[in-house]
């Protein structure tokens, strides 16, 4: 499909984003990863299908290991371009624990995308998705104030816990919920900028229906804006295989936000990325990644070097490993700065 008028769709595009945050609220932010490049579904699902072939992305993240595991996330996505209806499909399975099994979240998302081409070789990606979110509590690893005692703690001399009066949700320990997300992405060889919308629907999401007054709107919006460049340091037969990939991610949900900004410079079959996060109030970490490539395969490690109050905590690891079933040619067909995600 051919567009011709894309400046009003840019000037949307602006107008979009500036009213938009003016209507978020929050009570907790959903998982993120460090290496945000290597999971582009769950990031925007405008992302869906952005190789020739069909693609599987793996990902692990061991947050503040130090401290007990507290948080561990796993995702596992697929998705394909089928250019002669000009989509792409993803799926993507994400598990999310924390506290060792105290708290436990599974995402499974479908995704598509439509690709729009205007004048002057500017492309816009439109996605859309759909999520079932469920989250299981494990009421028995709580520690109540009842149980603790003054001498002892939370746990007898015989070794045994205190009991408790406190009881469960009538509901149950697990809630699931739909979720509707929403992402664009505008691009062309030498940049791109989008954003994605979670909850979009403001699925109620809640263990106890005394809460109910306080998050009647559900979940709070989620804005992830990002936005990057391509700068080739090296050209053969039009294909770069050195070059620097500057970008950013912000991440904005109520009251809470979150900015990554920092570049991967990959020189042939290696890479090394250097980045900065800031959070709300507070810088929080610098994250230092390597990777490497052969054919088809991607392999890349980042760790997180806490800057906050939280320094004992371990940091941060995280793996991610993409297998592109189409290897590139010699002579790159993407007209586009993606290969970041790739």
């Known amino acids: 499909m051919i567009v011709d008028d894309s400046r009003q769709l840019a000037s949307l595009f602006c107008i979009l984003i500036l009213l938009l945050f003016g209507r978020l609220q929050i009570y907790a932010q959903d998982p993120v990863f460090s290496q945000f490049y290597t999971a582009p579904l769950h990031l925007n699902p405008a992302l869906t299908g952005i190789t020739e072939g069909s693609k599987i ?6 947050q503040w290991p130090s401290i007990n595991q507290a948080y561990v996330t796993y995702a596992a996505s697929y998705d394909q ?8 499909f993803g799926l993507t399975i994400l598990a999310d624990d924390a506290g060792r099994g105290l708290y436990k979240t599974t995402v499974v998302q479908g995704s598509y995308s439509y690709n729009v081409k205007f004048r002057n070789n500017l492309q816009m990606r439109l996605g859309l998705a ?42 149950g320990n697990s809630v699931s919920v739909l979720d509707a997300i929403a992402g664009l992405v505008m691009f ?16 109620q999401f809640s263990f106890l229906q005394v809460n109910d007054q306080l998050s009647a709107s ?40 979150q900015l990554n900004i920092g570049t991967i410079f990959r020189y042939y079959l290696v890479g090394a990325g250097l980045w900065y996060r800031h959070s709300s ?62």
């Open 188 to 203: 062309n060889e030498h940049f791109y900028a989008g954003f994605a919308l979670k909850h979009l629907n403001f699925p």
């Open 218 to 257: 559900g979940l709070p919006l989620s804005l992830s804006l990002h936005a990057g460049t391509e700068i080739d340091l090296v050209k053969l037969r039009g294909k770069s295989d050195v070059f620097m990939s500057p970008g950013l991610q912000y991440i904005r949900q109520g009251r809470l936000s």
């Open 57 to 62: 992305a793996l990902n692990y993240r061991n």
């Open 130 to 171: 759909a999520a079932w979110i469920s989250s299981r509590i494990d009421w028995a690893k709580l520690v109540f104030s009842d149980q603790l005692d003054p001498e002892f703690g939370a746990t007898s001399p015989g070794g045994l816990p205190y009991p408790t009066e406190e009881i469960g949700p009538e509901g």
């Open 81 to 88: 371009f089928f250019p002669y209806i000009n989509s792409g």
């Open 281 to 342: 109030t507070n810088p929080d970490s610098v994250i230092f990644s390597v990777e490497g490539r052969k054919d088809k395969y991607r392999l890349s490690y980042s760790y997180d070097v806490t800057l906050s109050k939280l320094r004992n905590s371990g940091g941060a690891h995280e793996i991610s490993f993409i297998i592109n079933f189409v290897s590139e040619p010699k002579e790159s067909r993407y007209n586009d700065c993606f290969n970041l995600f790739r």
